[in-house]
């Protein structure tokens, strides 16, 4: 059903980009349903034409940056990935989810202390005056399970323990 509904939508969106050439929200959803299609080559440049588009202010733009880390990470191409997040951040140094996913990127990179460090940063960020739509686990139990991995993989139990608890909890 899910791969029938992004089939429309698709074709609605490239009708709607093809009425509306260069407008970020419809390149936005575009790339986005991409994406979901593993179709990351497609969708990195949507979303980076998107960006182009947008102004610093819209709504999109943190996400823009946050989807176009996860495309690169899902295609192993992690030095790009880290490039997307310090360009986000250089905009947005406390976006949860950009924070996320520099711990991820640093992960894959082999920089287990530098991905600890940004997970424990998302933990401490207060949400925001701004529109966000996030998975609320980044804020919580995603966060803490990556923790508890990246812990236990240093042998530092105590500290995954900790982790795996507030995982169960929340």
């Known amino acids: 059903v899910r791969k029938k509904k992004l089939e429309r939508d698709s074709q609605l969106l490239m009708q709607d980009n093809a009425e509306h050439p260069d407008d970020p929200f419809i390149l936005f959803n575009l790339g986005s349903i991409y994406q979901e299609q593993n179709r990351q080559r497609?969708?990195?440049?949507?979303?980076?034409?998107?960006l182009e588009l947008s102004q610093p202010t819209d709504s999109i733009v943190r996400k823009l940056y946050t989807l176009i880390t996860q495309c690169h990470n899902q295609l192993d191409e992690f030095d790009k990935g880290m490039l997307a997040v310090r360009e986000g951040r250089s905009i947005f140094p406390d976006d949860v989810e950009l924070l996320f996913q520099e711990g991820v990127t640093l992960r894959n990179l082999?920089?287990?202390?530098?991905?600890?460090?940004a997970w424990e940063r998302v933990l401490t960020i207060p949400v925001g005056d701004h529109f966000a739509s996030i998975n609320p686990g980044i804020r919580s139990y995603l966060t803490r399970q990556n923790l508890a991995v990246a812990f236990q993989e240093l042998k530092r139990y105590g500290d995954a323990e900790l982790h795996w608890r507030a995982v169960v909890e929340e």
Request: cysteine-free.
């Open 42 to 50: 497609d969708a990195i440049p949507l979303f980076r034409r998107s």
């Open 110 to 117: 082999g920089d287990i202390h530098g991905a600890i460090n």
